[in-house]
């Protein structure tokens, strides 16, 4: 014969947070381990946290604090805060929340700090159940937890972010570098992205700046939309006709990238002195060469541009 599994109201088995399920918790850490695999030890109830009382402060393996705070009713906002308060008060590592329902605006809150943070957040759903006759048992199960992949989403994402800023301000640099010597460029903002450009005054074709981590270049860009490779080739061998005059002019040989495959072609000049990784003190230099080639670019095929078949 097999029993039927009950839930059973949190408040017939520990009618009170913190007399009841706070001293039942800290009797019965063991349930609490089993739940989220570590080895938590020493719990002592109520403990100061500045002019607050941690729920729970025990320890882990290596004696650093452990926060623990639980929640007979759906997680709130002030427990949330009160768990990251209590966790840097007390310079602590893990923080765990308990709750009988976990909203999922805290779900997400929760897996937020754990990519974003170098502590680890546990937050777990508290019920209570029976199988017919028999006295109630808790059950513990964890909704979020802290991983290495969580970890490294989010340093990827600090990461991203970082490299977003630092594109940005190289870029707020060099427009201002470019407004100086050129209209071209006059109109536009700096971005995030690895590259900026402007219209070569016809559709489909841009005047571009590109930087990565150790190099830049310069580029005209020609992408006339999704299905149109056709034009794209026909537009680059029209320019590519007078490669040697454009060369000429520009000064240097240029790279003719046709592309074969994808749907855009470009012509570009590499300029292998540095990228936006490179010290901040370089990159006057760097832009210098940038703005410098994109001048002489833009003069070299102005007129091939103004006379194209299209």
Known sequence: MIGKIERVNLRDVWKHEAFDLTTWLQDNIEVLNEAIGLNISNPENEQSAG???VDILAED????PVIIENQLEKSDHDHLGKLITYLVALEAKTAIWIVSDPRPEHISSISWLNESSSANFYLLKLEAIKIDDSPPAPLLTLIVGPSEEVKEVGKAKKEIAERDQIRRKFWTQLLVLAKQKSRLHAN?????????GASAGKQGLGFNYVIRRNEAQVELYIDRGKDRDDENMSIFKQIE??????????GESLEWESLEGRRACRIKNLIKEGGYQYDETKWPEIQTLMVDAMLRLEKALKLNISTLNI
Not at 61 to 64: A, I, M, P, R, T
């Open 61 to 64: 393996d290596s004696g650093n």
């Open 188 to 196: 536009i903002s700096p971005s995030q992205h690895h590259w900026i």
């Open 241 to 250: 006709n007078e490669k040697s005059s454009i060369e000429e002019s520009f």
């Open 51 to 53: 002019s607050f009382k």
